[in-house]
Nanobody, 124 residues
């Protein structure tokens, strides 16, 4: 089992920045690719960003490309999502996810473990 805990969410004005963290514990395997997803009220969970185990491969949703950066510190078993130039449409609950293979995925189904989510609210 892998336990994921997100932190760093909050309320920020449009144009501001936040950094989300996802701390992994338990069986943090050597092949875990990580992803961030978000879900706004009344909408489906959508892909935000993903990162391979090595960090060599990344992927971003078009809506956040150029504004968000995903990174990881394997020594700390932590993944980060730096969010800049935030917009009101970025408001959602953000979830961290892990999958027990090295390669990234852009859909929720391939991910085996999920955190409880952290709320991000961007005011206009």
């Amino acid at each position: 089992q892998v336990h994921l805990v997100e932190s760093g969410g909050g309320l920020v004005q449009a144009g501001g920045s936040l950094r989300l963290s996802c701390a992994a514990s338990g069986r943090t395997g050597s092949n875990d690719a990580m992803g961030w997803f978000r879900q706004a009220p009344g909408k489906e969970r959508e892909f935000v960003a993903a990162l391979s185990r090595s960090g060599a491969s990344t992927a971003y949703a078009d809506s956040v490309k150029g504004r968000f950066i995903i990174s990881r510190d394997n020594a700390k078993n932590t993944v980060y999502l730096q969010m800049n130039s935030l917009k009101p449409e970025d408001t959602a609950v953000y979830y961290c996810a892990a999958r027990t293979v090295a390669s990234i995925a852009r859909t929720p189904a391939p991910y085996n473990y999920w955190g409880q989510g952290t709320q991000v609210t961007v005011s206009s």
